[in-house]
T-cell receptor
Framework: SQTIHQWPATLVQPVGSPLSLECTVE??????LYWYRQAAGRGLQLLFY??????ISSEVPQNLSASRPQDRQFILSSKKLLLSDSGFYLC????????????FGNGTRLTVT | GDSVTQMEGPVTLSEEAFLTINCTYT??????LFWYVQYPGEGLQLLLK?????DKGSNKGFEATYRKETTSFHLEKGSVQVSDSAVYFC??????????FGTGTSLTVIP
C-alpha cells in the first residue's frame, strides 16, 4: 500500500532563517506531488505541484521554492523565512494521469517568530 | 475556471442530529468530486468520492450524491457523533489533475 511521510511535524524558526520541509511517498511510482499551505482558520492554498523529477509548477509567487530531486521526494524550501510564512504545510500525492483523489501527509506546523 | 463553493461555518449540532453541508461546483467537463475531513492538528483524509453524475459516495455513515443538474455534492449524515467534530472540505479534480478545494466547514458536535 502507498504511504506518505512528511517531516518534521512541528517547527519553530526565527525570521530570516532557512527552511527545509521534506516529503516522501512509498508504494507508488511517478506520482503527482503537491505542497499546500493552510493558514489558521483558512482553506488550502496550493503552493507547488510536480508531475515529474525536476518539473515544478508554482502557483503563488513568494519566497518559497520546491524541488523534486527524486521520483518520490518533494522538498519545500526557503532561504529567509518571513513571519507570514507561518502556517500548516501539507504535502500530498495523487496517481499521475487520472482524476484520482489526493492523499495527504500529516502536515508540518511552522511557526516563524 | 473551475471552483468549489462550500457553506460557511462554523456548524454546531447536538449529538444524533442530522447534518447537511452544502457544496456546489463550477467546472467544465466531468470532474470527480470528493469530501475530505480534517481532525485537529492532522492532515486531510479522504472521506468519500464520486466520479460521475448520480454516483453516491458513502463512508462512515456520511453520504453525498453527485448532482450534475444542480452542480452540487452536498454532504449528509443522519446522526452525528461527537467524534465527527472536524473540518470538512469539498473538492473537485478535473482532467488537468488540478484540485480545487472549498474553504472548509468546521463542525462541532456537542453531547
Amino acid at each position: 500500500s502507498q504511504t506518505i511521510h512528511q517531516w518534521p511535524a512541528t517547527l519553530v524558526q526565527p525570521v530570516g532563517s532557512p527552511l527545509s520541509l521534506e516529503c516522501t511517498v512509498e508504494g507508488t511510482s511517478n506520482p503527482n506531488l503537491y505542497w499546500y499551505r493552510q493558514a489558521a482558520g483558512r482553506g488550502l492554498q496550493l503552493l507547488f505541484y510536480s508531475v515529474g523529477i525536476g518539473q515544478i509548477s508554482s502557483e503563488v509567487p513568494q519566497n518559497l521554492s520546491a524541488s523534486r530531486p527524486q521520483d518520490r521526494q518533494f522538498i519545500l524550501s526557503s532561504k529567509k523565512l518571513l513571519l507570514s510564512d507561518s502556517g500548516f504545510y501539507l504535502c500530498a500525492w495523487s496517481v499521475a494521469g487520472n482524476a484520482t483523489p489526493l492523499h495527504f501527509g500529516n502536515g508540518t506546523r511552522l511557526t516563524v517568530t | 475556471g473551475d471552483s468549489v463553493t462550500q457553506m460557511e461555518g462554523p456548524v454546531t449540532l447536538s449529538e444524533e442530529a442530522f447534518l447537511t453541508i452544502n457544496c456546489t461546483y463550477t467546472a467544465t467537463g466531468y470532474p470527480s468530486l470528493f469530501w475530505y475531513v480534517q481532525y485537529p492538528g492532522e492532515g486531510l483524509q479522504l472521506l468519500l468520492k464520486a466520479t460521475k453524475a448520480d454516483d453516491k459516495g458513502s463512508n462512515k455513515g456520511f453520504e453525498a450524491t453527485y448532482r450534475k443538474e444542480t452542480t452540487s455534492f452536498h454532504l449528509e449524515k443522519g446522526s452525528v457523533q461527537v467524534s465527527d467534530s472536524a473540518v470538512y472540505f469539498c473538492a473537485l479534480v478535473n482532467t488537468g489533475n488540478q484540485f480545487y478545494f472549498g474553504t472548509g466547514t468546521s463542525l462541532t458536535v456537542i453531547p
